[in-house]
């Protein structure tokens, strides 16, 4: 008979055309890179054994100004789900239209703000009026492309809100009203797939609620139903990151123990957030969140495999497809030992049987005893046997490789020959809004820019003056956030900002004034609208009192002075970013160091060597913008030190799609001061490959497969070893470190322990020179003669580097 077209569910898993489905699901941002990115993201979340990719859908981007829509390039939602199709995998939409994605306004749009009475989510007319008409507009748009599973396209299920319950009290009854609300709009929009909330514990019965977190096997109380399967939404990979921040961490291991428990626990979907995080371009990115996104997700920013993240996920999601039919079909039971030790069965009689031997305690290792066979089990650990037999993965033993990311200055772009052009510094005669006190930015900006100029003019005579040489007045400005430049008479005398946590500020700086008229100038700048939280049409930005401390009379409030406001700088205005644009100021020669403030750069540069991704190393700029061709790549901001000392991002992705063979033009503008000449262009690589494994690591999860309900190897010699493979093609040049012994470090800074086999260079030389993939035996043997063994009494551990190149 014809198959069963659709998506329906129970209590065990999503059942998709009549299967019932192991997901393994990631997040990919289609506007978080060029749609030349798409086929190779996708394919690569693929290899790394997903199933599904996620998406949400991004309202400001789609419809910018209220009825003007934008489906076109990296907007063009319908071709990157049919790529998703194309490639055989499934799509999880999550359409919002809230999306906490570190987003701009949420992905709210602009326009939005300004609708007479509202409140964003909740039950508010003009609010739920505009959502319902956007939804529908959405869901209408994927019903004519055929994008949903029942009409053949590849989309399973589909989101309504976000994340709700961290804010429904603040919104009282309109809160519980607005989400059954939410709940009935989206169903009766369309019902062909199940309808998903995420962190919303009293989801209405037509709708599944989902966990999102670290440790969904732990914090998720489950389903609010008993016909619902527990899916996790969000698996966070590690944290976003916004400037001033130090970089963010989380171990593959971790990860893998976190999926393991869930899928132990009745779980049958995890979604990495993100999977692939992308760059926000232009200024698409939420309050002070960096322009690289989720760059330690298993693909980092520039579409390269972060290793060991990518292959050991992928080694987990292989270990737990080997025991679907004991999972999906199976019956669960779970014998604690102790407080740390647990093992859970699933077992259909005669045909499946699959265990988790799991280990909770952080610091110690522990044996178990199941089924008549002793497993050691490391620390804070998960072992997966799908034939209740047979260890084929263990979370925290790592078999798969790792790597470290190199930068490498271009050849073809080296010494840029800079221009300059200075923007001049208006007075409030320049700026042709006036209004007694200094407007607020957001409404002033209508996110159309981060920048405003704000100017007001007053009279000194001598008298006003301090008299003594040693003193001067301070220009004090209190701001709502986020950053501001403030100008003297034309000069620039210095920049303060807020943070992420406390957006407002006090800027202070000693100022020098001059009898007669003086000008005081402010750039005010945002960084983003928020993202989250209650009432985020109600949140402001800008300067809000500004006073001249230190004049003989004392203190003077100038914030009732009268100001004169201008949305923008002329260079972006002018859009001299652009090849036309360009044309239309005079540009100068950059000689000598430069630290002009509000001045844009301009030079032009051959494509780089070779096809790796491309960087603009900015970390001597301080903060501004950039455009290749035109195209922005985002805001850099390398003055905001983390505590480290460092700038929060440093390099910034320029996509090679945006490039020509030549002549690509550069533009940079720079607010407060930077060094033009110090800007590299350079190529990213990721081919310093490592292994590091130990003598009690399984063998390699591809060892076995599966056909029907037997399971058996396919090697003939089950013994772990080190595998290691050359990213696209390439061979291994040279071999930078080899210990068999005890060495330790990260790959990348590998150092020898105080055991090391004097044979262990020789040997991995040996197996692997010259190939593009290689194995390495982790036999006693295979490196010394028992009788000349440098410790035999120790666990060995095998630790080798190795640099990839292309073929000769």
């Avoid at 060495?743 to 190939?771: H, Y």
């Avoid at 551990?797 to 000769?808: D, I, N």
Wanted: charged share 25%.
């Amino acid at each position: 008979g014809e198959k069963t077209k659709g998506v329906t569910y129970d209590a065990r898993s999503m059942i998709v055309n009549g299967e019932r489905e192991l997901l393994f699901s990631g997040s990919i941002h289609y506007p978080r890179m060029p749609p030349e990115m798409w086929p190779d993201i996708i394919r690569k979340a693929k290899e790394g054994g997903l199933n599904v990719i996620e998406t949400y859908v991004f309202w400001n981007i789609h419809e910018p100004v209220q009825g003007q829509f934008n489906f076109e390039g990296n907007y063009d939602l319908v071709r990157f789900i049919k790529e998703i199709g194309r490639q055989d995998l499934y799509a999880t939409l999550r359409i919002g239209p809230y999306i906490e994605a570190e987003w701009n306004q949420g992905g709210f749009p602009y326009w939005l703000r300004e609708v007479p009475n509202i409140t964003f989510r909740s039950y508010n007319e003009p609010f739920i009026h505009h959502m319902k008409k956007y939804s529908e507009m959405i869901i209408e748009l994927m019903k004519k492309e055929k994008l949903f599973a029942p009409q053949g396209g590849p989309i399973i299920m589909a989101q309504i809100e976000n994340e709700y319950n961290n804010v429904q009290l603040a919104y009282r009854e309109n809160g519980r009203k607005y989400i059954e609300w939410a709940a009935k709009m989206a169903t009766s929009l369309y019902n062909g797939v199940p309808w998903i909330m995420c962190k919303q514990k009293d989801a209405p019965p037509e709708i599944i609620n989902t966990c999102n977190g670290r440790h969904c096997a732990d914090t998720f109380k489950g389903p609010n139903g008993p016909n619902k399967p527990s899916l996790w939404t969000e698996n966070w990979t590690a944290q976003y990151r916004t400037f001033g921040d130090p970089p963010s961490q989380r171990a593959a291991e971790d990860i893998a123990f976190s999926v393991a428990r869930f899928f132990a626990k009745n779980g049958t979907l995890t979604n990495y957030y993100m999977y692939y995080g992308g760059t926000n371009y232009g200024r698409t990115s939420s309050s002070f969140v960096t322009t690289r996104y989720y760059d330690e997700a298993p693909l980092d920013e520039f579409g390269l495999l972060r290793e060991p993240k990518w292959s050991h996920l992928r080694d987990l999601h292989r270990a737990l497809r080997l025991s679907r039919r004991a999972l999906l079909w199976g019956t669960p039971s779970v014998q604690k030992i102790n407080e740390d030790l647990e093992i859970t069965v699933y077992e259909k009689p005669g045909t499946d049987c699959a265990a988790f031997l799991t280990n909770n305690h952080t610091a110690n290792t522990a044996i178990i005893k199941f089924r008549g066979k002793e497993y050691f089990l490391p620390e804070k650990s998960v072992s997966i046997l799908p034939d209740c037999k047979t260890v084929v993965y263990n979370t925290q033993t790592v078999v798969s490789q790792h790597n470290s990311r190199n930068f490498m200055t271009s050849e073809k772009a080296k010494n840029l020959k800079w221009e300059m052009y200075q923007e001049k510094v208006p007075t409030i005669a320049d700026l042709p809004l006036k209004n007694r006190v200094p407007l607020e930015l957001y409404t002033l900006t209508k996110d159309t820019s981060d920048y405003a100029w704000y100017s007001t003019s007053i009279n000194f005579d001598r008298h006003d003056m301090p008299m003594r040489p040693d003193i001067l007045p301070v220009l004090q400005i209190a701001s709502m956030g986020h950053a501001l430049s403030a100008y003297v008479n034309g000069e620039f005398i210095g920049f303060g900002h807020g943070t992420n946590i406390e957006k407002s500020f006090v800027f202070q700086k000693p100022i020098s004034l001059k009898p007669g008229t003086n000008t005081i100038t402010i750039l005010a700048e945002t960084v983003g609208f928020p993202n989250s939280g209650a009432y985020m049409e109600k949140r402001f930005a800008g300067p809000r009192g500004v006073t001249i401390q230190g004049l003989m009379a004392g203190t003077l409030d100038i914030t009732q002075n009268n100001w004169g406001h201008k949305v923008g700088v002329f260079g972006e205005k002018e859009a001299i970013f652009t090849e036309e644009g360009s044309k239309k100021v005079q540009w100068t020669p950059v000689t000598g160091p430069t630290k002009g403030a509000v001045t844009w750069y301009k030079t032009y540069f051959n494509a780089p060597e070779g096809t790796n991704p491309l960087a603009l190393k900015m970390d001597k700029m301080q903060k501004g913008m950039m455009w290749v061709n035109g195209k922005s790549i985002g805001r850099y901001w390398s003055s905001f030190l983390s505590p480290l000392g460092r700038p929060t991002q440093s390099e910034y992705h320029i996509p090679r799609a945006f490039l020509k063979p030549t002549n690509n033009l550069l533009v940079i503008f720079e607010e407060t001061g930077g060094l033009p000449e110090t800007i590299e262009i350079q190529t990213v690589n990721r081919d310093t490959i490592c292994s590091i494994i130990t003598e009690y690591h399984p063998p390699h999860v591809k060892s076995w497969e599966r056909s029907g309900t037997d399971f058996a190897s396919v090697v003939e010699d089950l013994k772990s070893g080190a595998h290691l493979n050359c990213p696209d093609n390439k061979i291994i040049e040279k071999v930078e470190f080899a210990s068999y012994g005890n060495p330790d470090g990260a790959c990348g800074n590998l150092v020898v322990g105080n055991c090391n086999s004097a044979s262990s260079l020789r040997v991995v030389e040996e197996k692997c020179l010259g190939k593009n993939s290689c194995k390495i035996p982790i036999e006693r043997e295979v490196y010394d003669e028992p009788s000349k063994d440098p410790c035999p009494n120790i666990f060995k551990t095998l630790a080798v580097q190795m640099k990839c190149g292309k073929r000769k």
